[in-house]
Nanobody, 115 residues
C-alpha cells in the first residue's frame, strides 16, 4: 500500500515562507502524479498544486506566483515551497497521489499563518 508522509508545517508570520515535504513509499514515484491539497474547517478540500511524472505543473489561482511545487525522484519526495504566506493560507495541507486506480493521502500537516 502506498504511503505518504508529510512534514514541514508550522507557525509563520504573514509574509514568511515554509517548505512542505511529502515522502512517498511503495510506489513507482517517477511516474506518479503528485498533488498538494489544503483544507480548513469552513471549506472543502482545495487543490493547491499538482506535478505529473513528466513535470507538468498546475497551480490554484490563489497560490500562483507564491507557491512552487517540485519533486526529487531520487528521494521519492515532492515539495511545496510556500512564499509570501497570507493568513488565508492557514490550513491543513495534504499530500495526494492518484495511483493505480485509487487516491492515496498523507496524514496532513498544519500550516498556520499569523497576521
Amino acid at each position: 500500500q502506498v504511503q505518504l508522509v508529510e512534514s514541514g508545517g508550522g507557525l509563520v508570520q504573514a509574509g514568511g515562507s515554509l517548505r512542505l515535504s511529502c515522502a512517498a513509499s511503495r510506489i513507482i514515484f517517477s511516474v506518479a502524479t503528485m498533488a498538494w491539497y489544503r483544507q480548513t474547517p469552513r471549506k472543502q478540500r482545495e487543490l493547491v498544486a499538482t506535478i505529473t511524472g513528466a513535470g507538468t505543473i498546475k497551480y490554484a489561482d490563489s497560490v500562483k506566483s507564491r507557491f512552487t511545487i517540485s519533486r526529487d525522484n531520487a528521494k521519492n519526495t515532492v515539495y511545496l515551497q510556500m512564499n509570501s504566506l497570507k493568513p488565508e493560507d492557514t490550513a491543513v495541507y495534504y499530500c495526494n497521489t492518484p495511483y493505480a486506480g485509487r487516491d492515496y493521502w498523507g496524514q496532513g500537516t498544519q500550516v498556520t499563518v499569523s497576521s
